[in-house]
């Protein structure tokens, strides 16, 4: 049983071939040494590509995450290496490591925000609450439209209550004008958006579902929730929170194809 289990194994091995037709092989016959060998060979060598396997998979996972906490929060084009991983880390990434990036890219998102705007997210929320997606609410809850309107607060503190919803503590600097030397919208928080696209779609818990209709016909659609930058013009909310195309964004993170609510008929089924 256990050859023809081998021979199952080695379906394209010519030894084996030349053995198949026979039902019970005859012990200590050269054809017998022959499968035995074939056979032998065959287990060497795919303990040694499992092993290689399991040695790459590991430094590639390594790889990514090193990559992921040099490019994060950079300034430069380093930023988008975030498309990057998309395209290359759903084949390396397992499940479990997915979602276990998702939470740190949130994480290191989390500690950018408050060391740039001072904006702190409850401490360990990374797995359940979207740091960008907190700091979107209060900025259009305050009506903030500019870096000028953001420098004014020296502590803005998100508090997650007993019924889920977040409120906002905020604390304003002794300077209430603000300063605006070092702090920018794009520095602070566009680099960041791409990062916080790849946590929710690393993360299925970020996923949903809506049914889009188009040219009369319906289709349901998986996406995750984004913003992105609408606006330069002052005194106009720069951003605007979107649907992104899970399907699209596979093929092409960088291009940002959104959901366009006009087509939207059903929301979150």
Request: glycine letters at 4%.
């Amino acid at each position: 049983m256990g050859y023809r289990y081998a021979i199952g194994l080695t379906e394209e091995s010519k030894a084996i071939q030349q053995y198949k037709l026979f039902r019970d092989i005859e012990y200590d016959t050269p054809e017998f040494h022959a499968l035995a060998e074939e056979i032998s060979n065959y287990l060497r060598r795919k303990k040694i590509k499992d092993v290689v396997d399991l040695r790459d998979r590991l430094v590639e996972n390594d790889m990514q995450w090193f990559s992921v906490h040099y490019a994060l929060g950079r300034h430069s084009y380093a930023a988008m290496h975030c498309h990057d991983i998309v395209q290359y880390g759903r084949e390396v990434l397992d499940d479990n490591r997915k979602e276990f990036m998702a939470f740190d890219i949130r994480r290191e998102i989390s500690e950018h925000l408050k060391w740039s705007l001072n904006f702190y997210q409850p401490i360990g929320s990374e797995d359940r609450l979207n740091p960008i997606e907190m700091l979107m609410n209060f900025l259009k809850g305050h009506s903030i439209t500019s870096v000028n309107e953001i420098a004014r607060y020296k502590r803005i503190e998100a508090f997650e209550e007993s019924d889920g919803t977040i409120s906002f503590h905020t604390e304003l600097a002794e300077d209430e004008t603000g300063s605006t030397v070092y702090l920018s919208f794009s520095s602070s928080i566009d680099d960041l958006l791409g990062w916080n696209d790849l946590a929710s779609y690393f993360d299925p818990k970020c996923h949903k579902n809506c049914k889009v209709r188009f040219n009369n016909e319906d289709k349901t659609i998986e996406y995750f929730d984004s913003w992105l930058r609408c606006s330069y013009q002052e005194g106009i909310f720069p951003y605007q929170k979107v649907k992104i195309a899970i399907e699209s964004y596979e093929k092409n993170p960088s291009l940002y194809c959104y959901i366009s609510e006009e087509y939207v008929i059903e929301d979150e089924i």
